[in-house]
């Protein structure tokens, strides 16, 4: 005769211990939203300091007319860009990114990789057409006066390599971004060389794009589960830190005692500074659980 004994119940946490670890457990939303703040404040910091001061605009319109009296074999480097139809690549991501979601039956977050992609570039417009403009220089630098932050091929970039870190396992988000950073750095800095841009303008599409995917992060974390411990360390520099290199930035930039000091300032803090802001925010955001699908899954896969 067999002899069967009652299932167990299954073990689940207590009131008191659920209540516990969500103490204990960094509140993932709270940072999300820091990051935000951050780049958002960041932003504005970088327009006024380099769009809107004297300085500011003294420093950047020497680096705009070394670059225009370069010649092409300098910058060498930097001509690949040239060749680029930014909306073809565009669209090309656009497929890639529905493509990878179909692969990985997660149609969902491909929506939302979409959604991260195109409004930061639209706001880019936007802001740089109808909000944001630049006043005229008495400097003696002939150079075009016309707004250019914040700068639309950079906002591309790092708005392309956050769609495909998050459409892509979440398990690879922190090496796509840190690899992919030196890709957005390459960008920021050939337009820069090529006068397309000053480095405030290739700063600000970073920025711009961070706070955008930050804020998106920040909506879908907020509707799952969540820890109630504030970060503190975390939380500051997610504050502080984008502006902290835009402050430094500014002070090397602005330091810099020649044309052909300026520009190769410019060069290597647009590069620097793209690294540095992306992997502030890799993060915050690197185990964010983006399909709107899931919304009792804290964490991605």
Not at 26 to 43: K, N, Q
Not at 210 to 230: E, H, I, K, N
């Amino acid at each position: 005769m067999a002899v069967t004994f009652p299932e167990a119940p299954p073990i689940t946490p207590s009131g008191s211990s659920r209540h516990a670890l969500e103490v204990r457990t960094p509140s993932r939303t709270v940072l999300l939203v820091a990051s935000a703040v951050g780049c958002a404040v960041a932003f504005l910091a970088a327009y006024l300091l380099f769009v809107r001061t004297a300085a500011g605009q003294e420093a950047e319109n020497g680096v705009v007319h070394s670059a225009q009296a370069t010649g092409p074999s300098t910058v060498d480097w930097a001509m690949p860009l040239r060749d680029v139809d930014l909306v073809v690549l565009l669209g090309a991501v656009a497929v890639l990114v529905l493509a990878l979601a179909l692969v990985r039956r997660r149609f969902a977050l491909g929506v939302t990789a979409l959604v991260l992609l195109a409004t930061p570039l639209v706001a880019a417009q936007l802001l740089k057409i109808y909000v944001l403009d630049r006043p005229g220089s008495h400097d003696g630098y002939a150079v075009a006066s016309h707004n250019s932050f914040p700068s639309g091929h950079v906002s591309a970039a790092t708005a392309v390599l956050f769609a495909l870190a998050v459409v892509l396992p979440a398990r690879m988000r922190t090496w796509v971004l840190a690899v992919g950073s030196l890709g957005v750095a390459w960008v920021a800095a050939a337009t820069v060389a090529l006068g397309w841009h000053r480095l405030s303008d290739t700063v600000g599409g970073c920025l711009l794009v961070a706070a955008v995917v930050c804020a998106g992060a920040a909506v879908v974390s907020a509707r799952r589960p969540d820890g109630r411990r504030v970060p503190v360390l975390a939380t500051v520099v997610a504050l502080a830190g984008p502006t902290v290199v835009v402050l430094a930035g500014f002070a090397v930039l602005a330091s810099a005692t020649s044309e052909a000091a300026q520009f190769v300032a410019a060069l290597v803090l647009a590069g620097v500074s793209a690294v540095a802001l992306v992997l502030l925010v890799a993060g915050p955001v690197r185990k964010v659980n983006f399909d709107p699908g899931r919304t009792r899954t804290r964490l991605s896969r």
